[in-house]
């Protein structure tokens, strides 16, 4: 498996001969790079819940690529009526069979409402399950108790958590989920985008070191290899 990050929760997942794009969030994003929106190339668009961070650019790249745009029902819907075709709905707790492995669709602790106030489901979070290993990403979430029955369930090799506070968990609370999912390493994810977000990089790097948990904060186009 192989981890592109393109800023705030837009990364890409090589797994198999598969290229998943997740959360595109590029034309809106002032730290990231406009020209992604012509150059990603993927199989599958993965929206984890509604708003305008995760879902900005979904559409041009879904129209562009005729990639299908695997989310809730709720939001596959609101893509559908805005002309969207290729959509494959899912609900929490469902998962999807591809060549790579399979999708699935878990809880988050957040709120989901799409750009134009439409009812956006309940924001959710991906588990990918393939035969290179196993990856969560938590969407946009708080810390929460049925982390331990996602590490339960499955044995997560790196868990890409929230870390920027004030609308989703912070460093602290990423440390303790990353010890209830008992996954191998984090990446930090939904961080310096936004005012309200901003983290002091070298402090989250020392309070995951001092959990000896591995942790990764990519810079932007930069890749990860698991
Ligand atoms: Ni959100
Ligand atoms: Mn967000």
């Given at each position: 498996m192989k981890i592109h990050y393109y800023g705030h929760s837009c990364f890409g997942l090589e797994i198999g001969s598969s290229f998943l794009l997740f959360d595109p969030f590029i034309s809106q994003n002032p730290l990231s790079d406009p020209t992604l929106l012509d150059t990603l190339n993927p199989q599958y668009i993965l929206i984890s819940h509604g708003h305008f961070d995760h879902i900005a650019d979904a559409s041009p790249i879904a129209k562009r690529t005729q990639a299908p745009i695997l989310s809730n029902f709720e939001i596959t819907l609101w893509l559908e009526k805005q002309g969207l075709s290729q959509v494959l709905p899912m609900n929490l707790g469902g998962n999807r069979s591809f060549d790579f492995g399979k999708i699935h669709y878990v809880q988050a602790a957040h709120s989901s409402s799409l750009p134009d106030g439409s009812y956006g489901g309940t924001a959710g979070g991906f588990i990918v399950e393939g035969p290179e290993g196993i990856l969560y990403y938590?969407?946009?979430?708080?810390?929460?108790?049925?982390?331990?029955?996602?590490?339960?369930?499955?044995?997560?090799?790196?868990?890409?958590?929230?870390?920027?506070?004030?609308?989703?968990?912070?460093?602290?609370?990423?440390?303790?989920?990353?010890?209830?999912?008992?996954?191998?390493?984090?990446?930090?994810?939904?961080?310096?985008?936004?005012?309200?977000?901003?983290?002091?990089?070298?402090?989250?790097?020392?309070?995951?070191?001092?959990?000896?948990?591995?942790?990764?904060?990519?810079?932007?186009?930069?890749?990860?290899?698991?």
């Open positions: 938590a969407g946009d979430t708080a810390l929460m108790s049925d982390m331990k029955l996602f590490g339960e369930c499955f044995q997560i090799d790196i868990a890409l958590l929230p870390i920027g506070g004030t609308f989703t968990m912070g460093v602290d609370e990423a440390i303790r989920a990353a010890r209830l999912l008992n996954c191998k390493q984090v990446m930090g994810v939904h961080f310096d985008t936004f005012e309200a977000i901003k983290i002091d990089h070298e402090e989250a790097k020392k309070k995951f070191q001092d959990e000896e948990i591995p942790f990764h904060l990519l810079k932007m186009k930069e890749s990860l290899i698991l």
